[in-house]
């Protein structure tokens, strides 16, 4: 029997977002060989109370999951550890799907859910992923970072977006998910707005091409070989996928499998693989395409290491489709944990 440890909740703006997650994993792990326990990070880094917690996840599907007593959820994952211990994070943006958390695990001794360190830190920032994509030559939109220091030389910004981008740009915080802090700008005030409100949650920002786009994408599975799922497409409720249309709005619509002709989706699958290759991603990754509706060009647009697990996610609903159903999608990303962590407890820790 394995002891599954769910963490959810977290310190970042997508907290809600991480319990809509959990409770759906929750519910379709199958319990009867598996002891399911749930540990909540509250915004301030400390530990819910049981009660708390059994109150934010509420509702029927509960039963026999655990929600254990701890001072503190670090303390708790330390005295937890055992052969049959695996952790599941399900915490969405920073200190949770940025390799922070998953450093920690490794310190721990933990085999977990996702991606390593590296894949974690890397596929979370949007800046540094891009640059190695563009590095690798698989397409990436054109782009320019901006950092606080730069930002004190906002006309300089400013001017740089006008002279090497067209409107309308996307403005993304840098380490973010959920779309959170993303801005769509038509003209260079908005432009100076957006950016304001993406260093609200991050000391990086990303200015990109905006283009007239489909929103696409396929889910990845697996460790040294990595599977994909079928494509599928996002008709956003807003003007592109924000947190509103994706979270609060029920005129999104996911459409499985995208309409797309054989030759295309085959190219986008192959390049969600490649992305995930490249980045160095392990277990499991979403990865989000533009494909332009003119050209019919395809550009890779972000990995997502932590993907939605909600009832409308498109993660675990792609490989739905694919023929792997929720659950059994849940046990092969504990198979894939444990895999990788056997595998890594074989590397010589000496020179000998």
């Not at 859910?113 to 640059?131: L, P, T, Y």
């Not at 008709?235 to 054989?262: G, H, R, T, V, W």
Request: charged content about 25%; proline content about 5%.
């Amino acid at each position: 029997m394995l002891d599954i440890i769910i963490l959810c909740g977290g310190r970042s703006a997508e907290h809600e977002v991480s319990f809509l997650s959990a409770r759906s994993v929750v519910t379709h792990f199958d319990r009867t060989d598996r002891r399911v326990q749930v540990l909540g990070i509250r915004r301030d880094g400390s530990t819910f109370r049981p009660d708390q917690l059994k109150d934010a996840f509420g509702g029927d599907g509960l039963e026999g999951v655990e929600f254990p007593e701890a001072d503190h959820w670090i303390s708790y994952l330390l005295s937890a550890r055992s052969e049959s211990t695996v952790v599941f994070p399900v915490l969405h943006g920073p200190y949770g799907e940025d390799g922070t958390v998953q450093g920690l695990l490794e310190l721990l001794d933990l085999p977990y859910v996702g991606s390593s360190v590296c894949g974690s830190a890397v596929g979370m920032n949007k800046i540094h992923a891009k640059a190695l994509l563009q590095a690798a030559g698989l397409p990436t939109l054109p782009s320019i970072r901006v950092d606080r220091m730069g930002w004190d030389r906002a006309r300089d910004v400013l001017d740089q977006v006008s002279n090497e981008l067209k409107m309308p740009v996307f403005v993304k915080p840098a380490n973010m998910g959920s779309s959170v802090g993303v801005s769509r700008c038509l003209d260079r005030q908005g432009l100076t707005k957006a950016i304001q409100l993406a260093f609200e949650f991050d000391d990086y920002v990303l200015v990109e091409q905006g283009i007239d786009a489909r929103e696409i994408e396929v889910s990845v599975l697996g460790n040294e070989a990595p599977e994909v799922s079928i494509p599928g497409e996002i008709i956003p409720a807003d003007e592109f996928y924000s947190y509103d249309a994706k979270y609060l709005n029920d005129a999104s619509q996911l459409l499985i499998p995208a309409p797309l002709d054989e030759s295309v989706g085959r190219e986008v699958q192959r390049l969600g693989v490649a992305a995930y290759e490249v980045l160095q991603l392990e277990g499991m990754a979403r990865i989000d395409f533009l494909l332009d509706r003119q050209s019919l060009e395809i550009w890779i647009n972000e990995a997502n290491t932590i993907p939605g697990f909600t009832r409308i996610s498109m993660y675990p609903k792609l490989w739905e489709a694919s023929g792997l159903p929720y659950s059994r999608l849940l046990e092969r990303l504990v198979q894939l944990a444990v895999e990788r962590h056997s595998r890594r407890s074989r590397l010589k820790t000496d020179r000998v």
